[in-house]
């Protein structure tokens, strides 16, 4: 067996070339070539699928790469067969090459269909641009939501802060502002004042001429306090047919001849269905050490007396007197 593997007297060899130098180049430097990129190949095609773990080709990959390491194997015995012919084993070689090119070719072609599956460059270009549109579209969307969404978040903190029938402060708005006002009162010891304005007898007008009548006549006092109150001054709806005004950097004297001017307003007052109306004010000036709830209490105490004094008046809270 050995005898027949290296066997140089089967076929011809060198004398065939005739040992032209010009032939032995061409021949021998045409297989060397191919043998040490045929060498080549191989490890390049092993070390690709081992950086990208994603492809799952392994053993198509594999068969290929046999494919070319006995390509290059029979080139480097046509170079061996120059001077010595064994020309058995190069047959051997060639038939193992074609044995693998056939496994290599069947499994090719079956995996055909997902190859043809795996998107172009050109198709992957197509779908980036598609999804830069998507993405300026959805952009372009979520712009719109964030403007909607602020839109709708100040109509919201409109809502909660203005009194829906006088258009002024909520109560819950001019809560807020009196705390403010109390809060820099502690701190910067900047002194305000508050007024407490009640419509006097204002059953009798929704009694008289039905609710939506009042709510007007609420409307109309509030314009009324407002043009008559400076811009940094608070005018909210307390409850019913209170109103409550906070007065920065305001004592008491002069919040007393604003409250006098207020009432002297209200009472001049044109209202629709002939209506007149008085108002009655408490008068209230923070002093240390009390609180918002504090200051609206002496508030109150000044209007309810300003209410048993006969109404359309104003009073000024008093710690000393008796009523308090």
């Excluded at 799952?56 to 001077?83: P, Q, R």
């Excluded at 019913?240 to 906070?246: A, C, Q, T």
């Amino acid at each position: 067996m050995l005898d027949r593997l290296f066997d140089g007297s089967l076929m011809p060899h060198g004398h065939c070339l005739l040992w032209r130098w010009d032939l032995l180049l061409l021949h021998l430097g045409g297989d060397f070539m191919t043998v040490i990129a045929y060498s080549l190949i191989p490890f390049g095609i092993f070390y690709f699928l081992r950086k990208r773990k994603d492809l799952k080709f392994d053993g198509l990959a594999a068969l290929f790469a046999c494919f070319i390491a006995f390509c290059g194997a029979s080139h480097l015995a046509g170079m061996v067969n120059v001077w010595h012919g064994y020309y058995f084993i190069e047959g051997a070689i060639k038939f193992a090459t074609g044995l693998v090119s056939i496994v290599t070719a069947y499994y090719l072609w079956k995996l055909m269909p997902v190859f043809i599956n795996i998107p172009s460059i050109a198709l992957l270009k197509q779908r980036n641009e598609e999804l830069e549109i998507l993405r300026a579209q959805l952009e372009e969307t979520n712009r719109s939501l964030e403007e909607k969404v602020k839109e709708r978040t100040l109509q919201l903190e409109i809502q909660a802060n203005t009194d829906a029938v006088t258009g002024v402060a909520s109560r819950f708005a001019i809560m807020e502002a009196l705390s403010t006002s109390v809060q820099t009162f502690e701190r910067y010891h900047r002194s305000f004042s508050i007024l407490m304005v009640d419509v006097d007898h204002f059953k009798e007008v929704n009694d008289s001429h039905g609710h939506q009548a009042g709510d007007e006549v609420l409307a109309e006092l509030a314009k009324c306090i407002s043009s008559n109150i400076r811009s940094v001054d608070i005018v909210g709806r307390y409850g019913g047919e209170e109103f409550l005004v906070v007065l920065p950097e305001t004592p008491e004297e002069a919040a007393t001849e604003l409250a006098e001017r207020i009432r002297l307003a209200v009472e001049s007052l044109l209202l629709p269905f002939d209506i007149s109306i008085t108002c009655s004010v408490g008068v209230s000036g923070i002093v240390k050490g009390i609180s918002g709830d504090g200051l609206i209490s002496r508030a109150d105490h000044a209007l309810y007396s300003a209410k048993r004094a006969g109404r359309n008046k104003v009073i000024v809270f008093d710690k000393n007197k008796t009523n308090f």
